[in-house]
């Protein structure tokens, strides 16, 4: 049973490209989360999407980030007009139920770099 | 191992020492807890977690203890092995759909 992919695994984006980042959850989960990381810090929550619809965007930023999650298909977490700050690792993370009910499982991430 | 300023807290052990790492939740409305082992360039991997209706819950060489008095968990490694070598963090939430909460990390080192 494979367990939550991310590709690419690595990402490298000049200033003003746009990014993005994909992620198939586990085999039978409906929910996903995408969360960002910076060097030596813990995950920041980014947006909570079930299928084809958005259910807490409260961590993502108003302007250039957005995510989707489409009745079939990976989750896509875009990113457009790159800045050097948004060089991170981003994670996407997959549960069976909603937050608080039942575990989130981790992808590998993606590591954006953004020259 | 709590955090401080932007460096993570480490916590060098030998091996096959006994490893507590510690942890300082923010919210207590909170009432699920995990613990994340996150090893470098990988994502986290859960390792147990508690619901607050517990104090302890138990797995294999791991132990979680909550105190919801002082908003304060523990994780028991007992018999570090290198390859508990890691960051380590603890994630709160409410049941009500709020997002997983993340701390800061503690990083795990064990000397073989």
């Known amino acids: 049973n494979a367990g939550v992919m991310q590709n690419p695994r690595h990402l490298v984006r000049r200033r003003g490209q746009e990014a993005r980042l994909r992620c198939s959850p586990m085999k039978g989960h409906s929910h996903v989360y995408w969360y960002r990381q910076l060097p030596e810090e813990g995950l920041k929550f980014m947006v909570y999407l079930q299928k084809e619809n958005i259910i807490d965007e409260s961590g993502m930023p108003k302007e250039r980030f957005s995510a989707e999650f489409p009745k079939e298909g990976p989750s896509i977490l875009r990113i457009q007009q790159v800045v050097r700050g948004d060089s991170a690792a981003y994670f996407c993370a997959s549960s069976i139920a909603g937050v608080g009910t039942d575990t989130q499982y981790f992808g590998p991430g993606t590591r954006l770099t953004v020259l | 191992g709590e955090s401080v300023g932007l460096h993570l807290p480490t916590l060098s052990v030998q091996e096959g020492d006994n490893s507590i790492i510690n942890c300082a939740y923010s919210?207590?409305?909170?009432?699920?807890f995990i613990w994340y082992k996150q090893e470098s360039g990988k994502g986290p991997q859960f390792i147990i977690d508690?619901?607050?209706?517990?104090d302890k819950r138990q797995g294999q060489r791991v132990t979680v203890l909550l105190n919801k008095t002082v908003k304060h968990l523990s994780l028991q490694i007992a018999a570090t092995q290198p390859g508990d070598s890691a960051v380590y963090f603890c994630a709160e939430t409410h049941s009500g759909n709020t997002p997983l909460v993340f701390g800061k990390g503690t990083r795990l080192s064990v000397i073989a």
């Open positions: 508690i619901r607050s209706n517990m």
């Open positions: 919210n207590s409305a909170s009432d699920y």
